[in-house]
């Protein structure tokens, strides 16, 4: 019996898994971060490094949760951490809304096309100073 | 033989109410000599009466041409129509609507990844990433969340190839390709519209 449990839960977590697993490249796939970093630093023979590079954050990041396996690291390796974690959401949130296609239209609209750096300038200010002020004033929790 | 006129229709025509759009200003032409005369040919007077937006094909203007000189090989060799887009005396956006603007986004943006942060409990996710890497539990580990914060929008900048006015490379960021195939498919759109509106009317008149 206990061994039946154990196979029902080793392939609910392997399905859930591959199902998580899929959904997240298909997402980083569909927003076309790979080819714009790779584009932007002409660094198209090593595609297939940002793949695994990818899938062995996606990895070692679950199984370090998972286990709860403290580093001991000081402060302030945290830092470029964090900065790293700061630039992959922007570049995701930036793709997002790209793929929603706003800015073009409201542009076009409000006959603003010359000024579509500064709406650009906008929307990246806002998000860094919405961010910061989250973390030090706001509080929900 | 029949001297050869080769002519390129232009895709798009800027033009003021009651300009008088003539050859010269739809097409470009090749040929000679014989471009003197047929290039003040009056094609379009511009107005507003049928809306912002008139397509000319390149029918009509063979026919102008031939018209005037019956004996000239005109060939076109390019897009077959011609979309003028007549404008009212260029209105600059008011600096007040783009401010507006700006602070729409600005804050709008701001709440929005507010929002985000909240739906992915980036929170905590901060305080257990701050645990696993230092070993301590910190309620606001404002040491990897403010760079964190700032890295946000070095890659939104990234990703639209702009730091502010200056740009990383000669490639369009995806905003300007954005905008680029937004306009693409309107004059696609003026063209077909325009075509079926031409249709519509010679066959009411016809009737």
């Known amino acids: ?33 790979v080819p714009r970093l790779v584009q932007m630093t002409k660094a198209h023979r090593f595609i297939r490094g940002c793949e695994y590079s990818i899938v062995l954050g996606v990895l070692f990041f679950t199984w370090i949760d998972f286990r709860g396996w403290e580093m001991g690291f000081p402060d302030w390796a945290t830092i470029p951490l964090g900065l790293t974690m700061g630039i992959f959401v922007g570049l995701l949130a930036a793709a997002l809304t790209e793929v929603i296609n706003v800015l073009p239209i409201l542009a076009k609209r409000l006959r603003m096309q010359e000024h579509l750096l500064y709406l650009l300038m906008a929307m990246a200010l806002g998000k860094v100073a919405g961010s910061i002020y989250q973390w030090m004033v706001f509080r929900v929790w | ?81 011609t979309i003028i887009e007549v404008h009212p005396p260029a209105k600059e956006p008011r600096i007040i609507l783009v401010l507006l603007v700006w602070m729409i986004l600005f804050v709008g943006s701001g709440l929005a990844i507010m929002n985000f942060h909240v739906d992915v409990s980036m929170q905590e996710v901060h305080q257990r990433i701050y645990y696993l890497v230092t070993g301590r539990h910190v309620h606001q580990p404002l040491i990897l969340q403010i760079p964190y914060s700032i890295g946000i929008g070095t890659g939104m900048i990234l990703f639209f190839n702009h730091l502010f006015k200056r740009r990383f490379n000669e490639e369009p960021s995806p905003m300007e390709l954005e905008m680029f195939l937004y306009q693409e498919t309107i004059d696609q759109y003026v063209i077909n519209d325009e075509k079926q509106k031409v249709e519509r009317d010679s066959h009411g008149t016809s009737v």
């Open chain 1, 1 to 33: 019996m206990e061994l039946l449990y154990s196979l029902i839960l080793i392939f609910i977590g392997l399905a859930g898994g591959i199902a998580v697993g899929s959904g997240f490249v298909a997402f980083i796939t569909v927003l076309d971060i």
């Open chain 2, 1 to 81: 033989m029949k001297p050869i006129l080769y002519l390129r229709l232009k895709k798009k025509v800027q033009a003021q109410p009651g300009q008088l759009l003539r050859i010269k200003d739809i097409c470009r032409l090749a040929g000679g000599a014989v471009c003197e005369e047929i290039k003040e040919i009056p094609v379009y007077a511009a107005s507003l009466n049928h809306g912002n937006y008139t397509v000319i094909d390149s029918l009509d203007i063979l026919g102008l041409i031939s018209e005037q000189a019956p004996s000239l090989d005109v060939r076109n060799v390019g897009p077959t129509q």
